[in-house]
Structures are given as structure tokens and as C-alpha cells.
């Protein structure tokens, strides 16, 4: 069984499967990917990187595609600073 | 076809057709308005929206200055989708001899009472972060603004008509002039007065104005919010809106209440496709990322284009139009609609019911051309 | 940010069924050929996580797409046409300048999502869109989910995540059951769909299934916690940890609008032979219209093999192309989307998501573009791609025409928009 990858959400470590998209790791730490003009928290809609809803802050960069970004080991995962 | 009689009709809902009709009814006039496609639809909805004072001549100094100060007068009662904000903009001097104009500038502007600030490039670089370092300084201007165009367009057209004014939409204007409008479906309204406010469709429909059409392409980006404060352009810009023949580019940026940045500008002649130019936009956004190097990174999700109505001495045209007694115009604003839409609207309105203007009207006039080309004959 | 220029006789957009047929058939015909895909594996939506070590039909294909003449380009989103025979596309920190002899545009779907009250929950997502995300690693084991909308997606879906662990609590599709017995009827014609169909009856098997029924409200808060859903005269809220809501698919067709392709009813129009309006290039799969897998397949493997000068290849599929028709047909009137859906709506909820745009402030305005203007609906990053078909099924309203970018693009990658100064890209593979 491969290793299982550990990524950074808010802070928090996240263990995710080899393969694993950012938005799932997001998903599976129980965090929403930002927060919408009017403040609401929105998580992944389409899943294929176009409703924008899954938008995140990767390594530093924002408004990044987290369902179309795999998860590398290490990575530093923010939301909520778009 | 019913033909109805009206004190004034305007042709063109922009913003400027908006203010004119405001103003209009404010004095009791009956006015309609009539557009071939919407509210705030042609350059309105294409530019920057920044009010701004500019100094390239008294005419257009005074122009300027007279609006700005309406639109501050004004901005309790924008509502909010109208984005309202003194922000201020800075000019940016990237050198020496660019520095020399901020303070020929500055002087100009003091004598004129417009208060303004010389920046060092310490203070820019605490001011404006994500400009390059190694700018030589700036002119600040804090009491310039930006505000949200289609929507202020939309907010004075609904003052107009809870003053009684009524709108036409969506049907092309076919033919102006003595006291008649017709549009594209026959309709036919009637007027003592018909005010062209068409833009850059103003030569279409009163042969003879010398407006042309200058193209000009936006970027914005996603949200980044402080990413920029203030609007800022450089000092070039002045050399890209003189030229009256080659395409140019300058650097002018805008921080929008949303958090995006608006990124500008271009300008190119004879040039009658709206397709996205991808030569100039290149250039544009080469441009933009040698003041602001962050803007390499940052997201870019749409790309525009617009025509501004440019004339050749770059004043507006706004009061009576000699060949006919019934028209007028209030066109040929170039970059400049938005911050001079409120000051047109009352020189027009000052003309109509023959009161004095708050600042001289002559450099204004459409007669004005005739006057130049007798004097040059 | 570096850029890379790379030339193709035959450049395919989209790895999907469509793309990677198009993509065999003209490498096996002896053309070079470029696949840009924009996510991190090929597969599309259909075959998302599909390995080439699997058995099965998209293993097969996949295997196929390690031909010596295909260079894949994944993780890379083409967002312009700058000028006849180029495109420009990006990955996360490279600028492309793709050049090709022929283009096969095989942009796939996307699915059409319409409004209702508490839509915009977290847990509440398409279909295909749950889907994709359990793919790429969500766990789904023991979790409630409702699907819901219409659509042959939602079957397959359900299917899917009930072999995952999923407890499916419900699916609800909007379409009559008069509708999906003709449909079922029209699917007699066709061997390979009655087998699917059996092989998702038993996978389904004790799954309620109703039709003429629609969500009316999602609730929960902070998250999703539950769905309320017609069910004939009455209403039944079903408590759920995921909603998987989508209303069958919308074609990609902005690249394809971009050059300048010729629309029919919203569909690239192409001829037997999958050409376009425009010369060079082809259209396969959805964008075309609407038709399963089996339809995308044989549509790429004509595209590649016509693009790869040999239309008599092309040729071999038509009688295969022709039977498929009917069931493009059918799926459309099927799944066609019913009036009362219009009112799903109130006046708060929000259509467009990227700018929080609700229903009452866009009911005023009679176009897209004064909508658009006046509020911002369909201005922010996703192009009006999620609340443009909604807004044309809610308002009647036409679609604007499109620009460059037609995704959005980092700003040094834009600039680049006119420049050909990026280095050549180094050896190819194949001749030449």
C-alpha cells in the first residue's frame, strides 16, 4: 500500500491517498475551499475545473484549481483569502 | 406612426445621455431618451471609470475640475453597485525628467487649488508596494476617483425618469435632425430639442462631426484585494492620449471595490473591429507588468474592448450644432465621459435655458470647428 | 514564467473518450500528434482515474495513447487562438504556443446546474461533479448521498458511488416516467446500451428510484444536511450527507465558438466526416451534440482519421455513426428540462456564484449582456459556464459572444498573447 501523502489545510496535516486532489484533501479535513462575495462557504461544485468554486490558496498562490491540482507532499493549503 | 412632442429627446443612453437627461428633467423639461441597445451599453461599459482632473489644457482642466467636483457632491446618493471611490490617483514617474513633470504638475494644479502631494519614491514604495522599486516618485491626487460606470449610468437614467423622462430601448436610431427622431421601426418622436449624445455613433447620425473612433482594451484580473490602491498612470500616459495617429499603450491600473484589478490602456486609430486586438494587448500588459512586476502571477479572467469618441483637439463637443437649430450635441468625450458626463450635462442644459455657465462654454462649442477652420483659411 | 512553441500535424484538444480516439486513429495513421488536456491524467470526466493497466474498453484505449507519435500535454488548458492554425495554452508555470496542420476540438461537457434554495451548500455538487471528487480521493464509504436531476449521468453515478461504499438514499430524476419508457424503448436498438442498462439495475438494485421528481430546497448549516424533493403531489425531505445534483450536460463549445466554428441549436456543426465551418479544423463527442461514450468514440476516430489525410478510414464508421443518431436524439428529448424547474428559484437564491447574483436582481433585465453589466452575473472566473446555461433555461436569454481568454490565464502567459519569441521546443517525437 503506497504511503499516503501529507499535505497542510489551515494548518492542519492531512493524510491523503496517492492521487488525491487538493479539493478532496480539503474536503476530507472537514474545511470549505473560500467564502463567497456575500460570505458564504462554498466547497467543490463541478469538480473539473470550471465553476472556480474550489479556488484555493496553493504553496503561496491564489486562486488556484484545487480539483485539478494533485497533492504533493508538503504542500501548504490556505483558504479563505481570495 | 404616433409622433409625440417632447422638449427634449436624446439620442444615446450612455452615461453621458444618462446626465443630460438628468439635468433635463431636474429643470422640467420633458425628455425621452432613446438607445439602440441599453443603459450605459457602448463606451460607457467598456472604460475605466475613473474621474480624474487632467491638465493638458485649461478647457480641459476646467472641465474636469467642474465634474469631479459634481460627482463628489454626488456620491451620497450613489448607491452602492455604483462603486463610488476616492481612492485618488498617482502619477507615476519612473525617472528624473518624469519627476520634473510631477512637479510642473504640482505647481499647476496648486495654483488651481487642487490639492495635491509630490511622493518620494520612499513614500511610493509605502503607498504602492507592488509598484517596481526604483520609481523616481509621483503626483498624488486624492481627490480623484473610480466608480462603477454601467451602474452610474443606470442610476441617473432612473432620477430622469422619476422626474418624468421615458426611455426607448433596443431599436437602432435611424435618422436626426429638425426637430424630428425617427428610429429604425418608423416610430417618429418630435422635439424642440434633439441632443446627440451617441458617442462614437455620433457621426453616423449628424454627418459632419468630426469624432472618430478610438479603440481601446482592458484586463481584468480575479480578486486581490490591496493588491493596489489608488489609480495609478504613468506619466507617459499623457503621451499616449496626445498621439493622434500612432497605436499606443500606457500603464494605468485600477483597484476595483471588488478586489480586481483593472488594467489599461490602449489606443488605436481606424480601427472598426471589436475583436480582442492580441498585438496590442500584448504590449499593453508587457507595459503593465514593468510598473507592477506582481501582476505577472496574478489571475486574468476577461479581456474587453470599447471605442472612446475621440475628437481632434480632445474637448468635447457639448451645445448647438450650427447647421441645424434643433440639434445639439454632447459628444466626443474620448477618455474622459465618465468624469465630464455631469459637468456636459449642465453646460448643455445652461445653454438650452440660456443661463451662464460656471465655467466658459466656448471651447466646448461645436461652432468652434467652424471658427478654426476660418481662421486657418 | 518560460515558454515552449511545439508544432503538431494533428493537435487534439480534450483526452477524453473523443480526444484519445482521434489522437490513435491519427498516430496509427503516421501523423504527430499533440493531446492538451487540463487534467493531471487523461481519461476526461467518463474515464477519470481509469488506468491503462485495467481491463475494459478505456484501458484499451489507453494503452493506445502511449503510441510513439502522441505527445500528451496534461495538466495544460488552452485559453486562445490567436491567429489561424496556433493556440495558446498554460500549465501551473509554463506558457505554450501549440501550432498544428489540423485541430481536433474534443472539448467534451460540463453540467448544467440550475438554481434552487440552498444550492450553493457545501456537499452539494454535480453529479459527475461528486463523482470526479470521489475519484480524486474523497472517501465515500457509509456516507448518505441523494442524486438528483436528470440525466442517463445520474444512473452511472449512482452506480459508481454505490460500489464505493455509498449508502444512495434516493435518485430523483426530473424527467416523466412516460419520457424514460420511450427512452428505454428507443434503447432496444442498441445492444450495448441494454446491457449497460441491466449491469445498473442490478448495481442499483433497492435504490428508490422516482421520477417526476426535482429538489426543491437543500438545508443545513453550516453544510448540507439534508434535501427536500417532489415526489408527486407531495414533498420528502431526505437527510444526506451529499447531494449530487446535475441536469444533464451542456457541450464546451467556447473553443470551437472562438475560431469561429458554425453553431447549430448550441452545437459545433460539422459534417460525416466531423469538419467544421472551419478549414482544419474538426469537431468529436459532445460538443456535436450530445451522445453517450460509444458516440464519442466512433466521432474521434473519424475526426483523427480524416485529420490524418485518410478519410476513407473515416468512412468505415459512418453506418456506426448513423445508428448511434437515434440515441442522440433521444437523450435530448428524454431529458429535456420541464417548465415547472423555472420557479425552482426564489427570489434570494443566488444564480450566479461567482458574484453572488440572485434571482430577483436578474429577473428585471430582458439580455444577458444588460444583466451581465448591471450585476456582474456571469463576469466572474467561470465565464458564465455555471449561470449561463441557467440563466438562458431561467430567463430565455442568448448567450454573449465569446473572447479570449476563454479560461481564465495567468497575466504573463496572457501577454504573451501576439509574442513568438519562446524558445523552440526541443526534439519531437516521431519523423521529421
Partial sequence: MPDPITVTVNGRSVAVSEGATVAAAMMISGSHCRQSVLGEPRSPLCGMGICFECRAVIDGISHRRSCQILCASGMEIRTDEW | ?377 | ?432
Fill in chain 3, 1 to 432: 514564467m518560460s515558454g515552449e512553441q511545439k508544432q503538431f500535424d494533428v493537435l487534439v484538444v480534450g483526452a477524453g473518450p473523443a480526444g484519445i480516439a482521434a489522437a490513435v486513429t491519427a498516430a496509427e495513421c503516421g501523423a504527430r500528434v499533440g493531446v492538451v488536456d487540463d487534467n493531471p491524467a487523461p481519461g476526461g470526466q467518463i474515464w477519470r482515474g481509469e488506468s491503462a493497466n485495467g481491463l475494459g474498453e478505456a484501458a484499451r484505449w489507453l494503452v493506445k495513447l502511449h503510441h510513439q507519435n502522441i505527445q500528451l500535454l496534461s495538466g495544460t488548458r488552452v485559453f486562445d487562438h490567436p491567429a489561424a492554425n496556433v493556440l495558446h495554452a498554460e500549465t501551473a508555470d509554463r506558457f505554450l504556443e501549440l501550432s498544428y496542420q489540423k485541430l481536433v476540438l474534443a472539448t467534451g461537457a460540463r453540467e448544467r446546474f440550475l438554481p434552487f434554495p440552498g444550492w450553493t451548500l457545501p456537499n452539494v455538487m454535480g453529479a459527475g461533479g461528486l463523482q470526479a471528487l470521489v475519484k480524486s480521493g474523497l472517501p465515500i464509504e457509509g456516507k448518505r448521498v441523494v442524486v438528483a436531476g436528470t440525466g442517463p449521468l445520474l444512473l452511472a453515478v449512482a452506480s459508481y458511488l454505490r460500489k464505493h461504499g455509498a449508502r444512495i438514499a434516493m435518485i430523483c430524476e426530473q424527467a416523466s416516467l412516460r419520457s424514460l419508457g420511450r427512452f428505454g424503448l428507443a434503447l432496444l436498438s442498441q445492444p450495448q446500451k441494454i446491457t449497460q442498462v441491466l449491469a445498473l439495475r442490478k448495481d442499483l438494485a433497492g435504490v428508490p428510484f422516482v421520477t417526476d421528481s426535482w429538489p426543491i430546497a437543500a438545508g443545513g448549516d453550516p453544510v448540507l444536511k439534508d434535501v427536500l424533493i417532489t415526489r408527486g403531489r407531495d414533498t420528502e425531505k431526505i437527510p444526506c450527507d451529499y447531494l449530487a445534483c446535475g441536469f444533464h450536460l451542456v457541450p464546451n463549445t467556447e473553443l470551437a465558438a472562438l475560431i469561429g466554428c458554425r453553431m447549430r441549436d448550441g452545437y459545433v456543426e460539422v459534417d460525416h466526416l466531423e469538419r467544421t465551418s472551419v478549414p482544419d479544423v474538426f469537431c468529436a463527442g459532445e460538443p456535436t451534440g450530445i451522445g453517450g461514450i460509444e458516440m464519442s468514440l466512433i466521432e474521434g476516430q473519424i475526426a483523427g482519421a480524416t485529420a490524418a489525410g485518410r478519410p476513407d478510414l473515416a468512412q468505415k464508421h459512418g453506418r456506426a455513426r448513423a445508428k448511434l443518431e437515434p440515441f442522440s436524439r433521444a437523450l435530448d428529448r428524454t431529458f429535456r428540462l420541464r417548465p415547472e424547474l423555472q420557479s425552482l428559484p426564489l427570489p434570494e437564491t443566488i444564480v450566479c456564484r461567482c458574484e453572488d447574483v440572485t434571482y430577483s436582481r436578474l429577473k428585471p433585465y430582458g439580455s444577458w449582456r444588460s444583466a451581465k453589466l448591471q450585476t456582474r452575473c456571469g463576469m466572474g472566473p467561470c465565464q458564465g459556464r455555471i449561470c449561463g446555461p441557467a440563466a438562458q433555461f431561467l430567463f430565455h436569454w442568448s448567450p454573449d459572444s465569446v473572447r479570449p481568454p476563454i479560461f481564465p490565464a495567468v497575466l504573463n502567459n496572457l501577454a504573451a498573447m501576439a509574442c513568438r519569441e519562446a524558445q523552440p521546443s526541443g526534439a519531437m517525437r516521431g519523423s521529421e
Fill in chain 2, 1 to 377: 406612426m404616433s409622433a409625440a412632442a417632447y422638449d427634449v429627446i436624446i439620442v444615446g443612453a450612455g452615461i453621458v445621455g444618462a446626465a443630460c437627461a438628468d439635468e433635463c428633467a431636474r429643470h422640467g423639461m420633458r425628455v425621452r431618451v432613446v438607445d439602440q441597445e441599453m443603459v450605459g451599453g457602448g463606451a460607457t461599459a467598456a472604460g475605466m471609470g475613473h474621474i480624474v482632473v487632467m491638465d493638458d489644457s485649461e478647457a480641459q482642466f476646467a472641465l474636469t475640475r467642474y465634474s469631479q467636483r459634481l460627482w463628489q457632491e454626488l456620491r451620497s446618493e450613489l448607491p452602492d453597485d455604483v462603486e463610488y471611490e476616492q481612492c485618488g490617483t498617482i502619477w507615476v514617474a519612473a525617472d528624473d525628467e518624469e519627476m520634473d513633470e510631477v512637479r510642473r504638475k504640482q505647481l499647476y494644479y496648486s495654483l488651481r487649488e487642487v490639492p495635491v502631494e509630490v511622493l518620494t519614491a520612499t513614500d511610493l514604495e509605502c503607498l504602492e508596494p507592488n509598484l517596481r522599486c526604483a520609481m523616481a516618485g509621483g503626483l498624488l491626487v486624492p481627490e480623484d476617483g473610480v466608480l462603477y460606470p454601467p451602474c452610474a449610468a443606470r442610476f441617473l437614467m432612473e432620477r430622469a425618469r422619476s422626474r418624468g423622462a421615458s426611455l426607448d430601448l433596443g431599436v437602432p436610431v435611424a435618422e436626426i435632425g429638425k426637430g424630428r427622431v425617427r428610429l429604425a421601426n418608423g416610430t417618429e418622436f418630435s422635439a424642440g430639442t434633439i441632443v446627440n449624445a451617441a458617442g462614437a455613433w455620433s457621426p453616423a447620425l449628424t454627418p459632419g462631426i468630426d469624432v472618430k473612433k478610438r479603440k481601446g482594451h482592458l484586463v481584468i484580473t480575479d480578486r486581490y484585494p490591496g493588491f493596489v490602491r489608488h489609480q495609478l498612470v504613468e506619466l507617459g500616459y499623457l503621451k499616449s492620449a496626445h498621439s493622434s495617429t500612432t497605436d499606443s499603450v500606457a500603464f494605468n491600473v485600477q483597484p476595483r471595490r471588488t478586489g480586481q484589478v483593472l488594467i489599461g490602456s490602449s489606443r488605436q486609430y481606424g480601427v472598426e473591429s471589436k475583436d480582442v486586438d492580441h498585438a496590442i494587448v500584448s504590449r499593453m500588459l508587457e507595459r503593465a507588468q514593468e510598473y507592477m512586476p506582481a501582476l505577472a502571477h496574478t489571475s486574468a479572467i476577461r479581456v474587453w474592448t470599447g471605442f472612446r469618441a475621440a475628437t481632434p483637439d480632445k474637448l468635447p463637443l457639448i451645445g448647438a450644432w450650427p447647421q441645424d437649430s434643433t440639434l445639439y450635441l454632447a459628444t466626443g468625450h474620448e477618455g474622459l465621459g465618465i468624469t465630464t458626463s455631469l459637468a456636459s450635462a449642465r453646460l448643455l442644459v445652461d445653454q438650452l435655458t440660456g443661463r451662464r455657465s460656471a465655467i466658459p462654454s466656448e471651447p466646448y462649442l461645436p461652432s468652434r470647428a467652424a471658427s478654426m477652420e476660418h481662421a486657418h483659411a
